[in-house]
């Protein structure tokens, strides 16, 4: 581990957000999945949530660039499990939908705990997943077209929750807990080795100034 990685791993995770994310529902495209992966690690989200009842969970492809290192995926069984499970981390749900209740995506406050749920590229989100969500956020379209391509309307509201996030300070101070920082900070720096810990059940050792692990 050279101390220049790693000290850029460590930048990286000082600035994860652990409680903003998304929340794809049967985006099927890998090439979607993948570009929306990379706008998250941009962004500076730690885990995307997945659930895909149509189609299996598509394999994320070269459109990621890697960024899918850097980001845990979360599947869940279905769209109930999964707004309940974020829910309980006291995320707000708001899904990209059009409905009378609709308001434009710059109005909500991402500051504060936030999921944004996508649906799929064809339908959007599902009724039910409407019905779940805390509120329904939409993009305004100038054009002739109704709606963005769904990995587009990811980039374009999660650069908005980074704008204000940037503007609230929130990325200048670690905001993961100590033990889940070191845990990953481990992981991200040796994944082969942390692997190796796991397969035993051991704890991972400690890690010093640049880097370097102590036995």
Same mark, same amino acid.
């Given at each position: 581990?050279? %101390?220049? &990685?790693?000290?850029?791993?460590?930048?990286?995770?000082?600035?994860?957000? %652990? +409680?903003?994310?998304?929340?794809? *529902? +049967?985006?099927?495209?890998?090439?979607?999945?993948? #570009?929306?992966? &990379?706008?998250?690690?941009? =962004?500076?989200?730690?885990? =995307?949530?997945?659930?895909?009842?149509? +189609?299996?969970?598509?394999? =994320?492809?070269? =459109?990621?660039? $890697?960024? +899918?290192?850097?980001?845990?995926?979360?599947?869940?069984?279905?769209?109930?499990?999964?707004i309940t499970h974020l829910k309980q981390q006291n995320l707000k749900i708001y899904a990209a939908h059009f409905s009378e209740e609709s308001v434009d995506y710059r109005q909500i406050d991402y500051t504060q705990p936030t999921a944004i749920l996508l649906g799929a590229e064809k339908w959007g989100v599902s009724q039910e997943a409407a019905q779940l969500a805390d509120g329904h956020i939409i993009i305004p379209m100038l054009g002739m077209v109704q709606s963005l391509n769904?990995?587009? #309307?990811?980039?374009?509201?999660?650069?908005?929750?980074?704008?204000? &996030?940037? $503007?609230?300070?929130?990325?200048?101070?670690?905001?993961?807990? %100590? *033990?889940t920082y070191q845990r990953i900070l481990f992981e991200w720096s040796y994944p082969d080795i942390a692997a190796k810990y796991q397969e035993k059940g051991e704890c991972? %050792?400690?890690?010093?100034?640049?880097g370097e692990i102590i036995q």
């Open positions: 581990m050279l %101390p220049r &990685r790693y000290h850029r791993i460590k930048q990286v995770l000082d600035q994860r957000q %652990p +409680d903003l994310t998304v929340l794809t *529902e +049967d985006v099927h495209k890998s090439h979607n999945l993948s #570009a929306i992966i &990379r706008t998250c690690d941009a =962004v500076g989200i730690l885990t =995307v949530h997945t659930l895909n009842v149509i +189609d299996e969970l598509p394999e =994320v492809s070269l =459109v990621a660039k $890697g960024s +899918d290192k850097w980001i845990f995926l979360d599947s869940h069984p279905d769209i109930k499990t999964a769904v990995s587009v #309307a990811a980039a374009v509201i999660l650069f908005e929750a980074q704008r204000q &996030r940037l $503007g609230a300070k929130m990325y200048d101070n670690t905001r993961l807990a %100590p *033990e991972y %050792p400690s890690l010093g100034e640049n």
